[in-house]
């Protein structure tokens, strides 16, 4: 199963944005570890964007800027939104307000906790009717979601946008259910070979082992066992360096193994 790579975004501590990722990832003695707050979602409705909260904002600036990178409308593009914890922060306040007598949910919390609130506010925010789907695989959830958006591209023979989040969870969960850091990445994929980006991607899944492949430096390493999301770190580094390699994504029950060809058309950023 192959697709191209058209564009990817990167966003979390000392990675804010693909332009700074890339050279991070290139060398990571750049790395500052500096906290990178989320733009905001401008391209939500006002409404919608006091109602959205961290996740989605996080989520939304990913998926915004693969897709400008790419130069696709992303009101046509099909998407699929990867999340391992949801939105635990609501979660949180939910059932803080159901252990409080006289508490009451709010409806905006409500709707937020759902797990594919994500793909539903980016829907809303470009007026769009194409697919948008939301997945949860907890530590497998990038590996998952790649797969999914992949093998999706590959079948209906359209580009599929890949957004993979996740941001710590506050309260006693948080406690049982450590997430340390703050991470999101998004790729554009595409099944048109010919197409200009940054690699193909050749995957091919295998049930030997669900181990995948961690980044060289240590700092960036522990950053991608402290969020599930960054279990893509080794990959997004080889579309950086323009590295041609194998890499293994850990998936549920085995891994993808996943040639990278650097395209001889690359897209201009």
Partial sequence: MRVVVRSASVWGRGLPGWARAAEVLRDPTL???????APVA???PPNERRRAGPVTRLALAVAQEACTLAQVDPAEVSALFASANGDGGVIDTILKALCTPGGDVS???FHNSVHNAPAGYWTISHGSI?????VGGFDWSFGQGLLKAAAEAVVEAHPV????????IPGPIGTVRVTTETFACAMLLDPDLSAPGLASLDMTYAATTDEGDD???PALRQLAHENPAARGLALLGALAR???CCVRVACLNGHLKIEVRPCSTVQKF
């Fill in 161 to 168: 946008l890949f957004v993979a989040y996740d941001l710590p």
């Fill in 31 to 37: 790395w500052d570890g500096v906290s990178a707050v």
């Fill in 242 to 244: 323009q590295d041609e």
């Fill in 215 to 217: 980044p060289d430096n």
């Fill in 42 to 44: 401008t391209h939500l």
């Fill in 130 to 134: 194409a697919p948008a789907t939301a």
């Fill in 107 to 109: 409806p905006t919390q």
